[in-house]
């Protein structure tokens, strides 16, 4: 599981039950959820929506600095909006479309034709079946990426930067000529970039030009900064070990990654012409 969903559901766990156990109120079966099973996964739509009960009746009942023996109320319902905020795209796909069949989604994925002719593919039946994780993950990445990357194009586009040099920030114009000049003395490889200098940067650098030009440029885009900042992080970070043959990685980050994707380019594309 994604660390930043991981730490979200753990601390999301922790603030209810301490809640419920604290002072009541909240009875676990009308919710479907027992102590036990508040801890499972699966069971994250009905989390929400009871932390969501709690959060509501905390902002209706206390008042900002209203305490019980140093329990503040806000504070603690502050933290579970906060993991609330993390967790909810992930339920929200889980209730529309019923908990997500990843298996259907990696038989899907096809086995390369890699080997030569006349080898037996089921000898390393267990190497491609380790494949299709990270195959799926990188299917996702690469299209929210480069769909961001489209999108980010047209907002600079929109106002008045022709390319990301004409921003005038200088780490990702060195950035992007360092990478010019790299290839341009590596001549059996093509130039890339075609019409844009973007596509000079790593997908992480895309987060520097949101933060760079977030009051002009992007501040409408997106409900926060934060919200699309993380994801950026989280999805690069997946990236990264799904490009260096990480051999851990979970049906769960599966999961993180296309709620993300998902949740990305639901936000940006009704805003790409």
Same mark, same amino acid.
């Given at each position: 599981?994604?660390?930043?969903?991981?730490?979200?559901?753990?601390?999301?766990?922790?603030?209810? #039950?301490n809640?419920?156990?604290?002072?009541?109120?909240?009875?676990?079966?009308?919710?479907?959820?027992?102590?036990?099973?508040?801890?499972?996964?699966?069971?994250?739509?009905?989390?929400?929506?009871?932390?969501?009960?709690?959060?509501r009746?905390?902002?209706?009942?206390?008042?900002?600095?209203?305490?019980?023996?140093?329990y503040?109320?806000?504070e603690?319902?502050?933290?579970?909006e906060?993991?609330?905020?993390?967790?909810?795209?992930?339920?929200?796909?889980?209730?529309?479309?019923?908990?997500?069949?990843?298996?259907?989604?990696? #038989?899907?994925?096809?086995?390369?034709?890699?080997?030569?002719?006349?080898?037996?593919?089921?000898?390393?039946?267990?190497?491609?079946?380790?494949?299709?994780?990270p !195959?799926?993950?990188?299917?996702?990445i690469?299209?929210?990426?480069?769909?961001?990357?489209?999108?980010?194009?047209?907002?600079?586009?929109?106002?008045?930067?022709? !390319?990301v040099?004409?921003?005038?920030?200088?780490p990702?114009?060195?950035?992007?000529?360092?990478?010019?000049?790299?290839?341009?003395?590596?001549?059996?490889?093509?130039?890339?970039?075609? !019409?844009?200098?973007?596509?000079?940067?790593?997908?992480?650098?895309?987060?520097?030009?949101?933060?760079?030009?977030w009051?002009?440029?992007?501040?409408?885009?997106?409900?926060?900064?934060?919200?699309?900042?993380?994801?950026?992080?989280?999805?690069?970070?997946?990236?990264?070990?799904?490009?260096?043959?990480?051999?851990?990685?979970?049906?769960?980050?599966?999961?993180?990654?296309?709620?993300?994707?998902r949740?990305?380019?639901?936000?940006?594309?009704?805003?790409?012409?």
């Amino acid at each position: 599981m994604d660390l930043k969903v991981r730490r979200a559901f753990s601390t999301l766990v922790q603030e209810v #039950s301490n809640y419920v156990d604290k002072f009541g109120g909240f009875d676990l079966e009308l919710y479907g959820l027992t102590e036990e099973s508040m801890k499972d996964m699966n069971e994250l739509p009905m989390m929400i929506e009871l932390a969501k009960s709690i959060m509501r009746f905390i902002s209706s009942n206390y008042s900002p600095n209203w305490n019980s023996f140093g329990y503040f109320f806000w504070e603690h319902g502050k933290l579970m909006e906060e993991q609330v905020n993390i967790l909810e795209p992930i339920a929200e796909r889980m209730l529309n479309e019923g908990e997500l069949d990843i298996s259907e989604i990696l #038989s899907q994925i096809p086995i390369p034709k890699v080997l030569p002719d006349g080898i037996d593919y089921q000898k390393y039946e267990d190497i491609f079946d380790q494949l299709k994780l990270p !195959s799926a993950m990188f299917q996702y990445i690469f299209v929210c990426e480069n769909i961001l990357r489209k999108f980010i194009i047209q907002v600079l586009d929109n106002n008045g930067y022709p !390319s990301v040099d004409s921003i005038g920030n200088s780490p990702l114009s060195n950035n992007i000529n360092v990478r010019k000049t790299q290839e341009a003395n590596q001549k059996y490889l093509p130039m890339r970039g075609g !019409s844009h200098d973007i596509y000079y940067l790593d997908f992480i650098k895309l987060n520097n030009i949101i933060i760079n030009l977030w009051d002009s440029c992007f501040k409408d885009k997106f409900e926060r900064q934060s919200w699309i900042v993380e994801r950026i992080e989280s999805l690069y970070a997946l990236r990264n070990r799904v490009a260096h043959n990480s051999g851990d990685l979970t049906v769960d980050e599966l999961k993180s990654v296309e709620s993300d994707c998902r949740e990305i380019i639901k936000q940006i594309d009704p805003q790409i012409r």
